[in-house]
């Protein structure tokens, strides 16, 4: 699959071509198919992982053992939710009001 990739900050684009992998057979992984489930899953990306990566630094974590790593996702996503239901759509400029990170 070949993409065009922007990134939004710097400005700068590249081309890139990706492969994919599938189960699907030949019949079912039409051209159109894999680039909706390419999309779907950024858009889960997208949606929630990234604004805990943005937001709270998950990538960042040094968290790896045990139920710790999802515990703090549970976490992480409880003051996401918390937040949206306060009426505030900037997650990481609330969490910093708040104090919960800095």
């Known amino acids: 699959m070949r993409r065009t990739v922007t990134v939004h900050k710097t400005g700068k684009t590249t081309h890139e071509v990706i492969y994919l992998l599938t189960d699907l057979t030949p019949l079912q ?24 990566d943005v937001s ?35 997650i990481l400029a609330t969490a910093k009001w708040e104090g919960t990170i800095e």
Do not use: K
């Open 29 to 52: 992984a039409s051209p159109r198919r894999l680039l909706d489930l390419n999309r779907g899953h950024w858009s889960i990306e997208n949606g929630l992982h990234d604004v805990r």
């Open 56 to 90: 709270f630094g998950e990538d960042r974590s040094r968290l790896r053992a045990g139920s710790a790593p999802q515990i703090m996702a549970a976490l992480r996503n409880l003051a996401i939710t918390l937040i949206h239901r306060s009426g505030s759509s900037q």
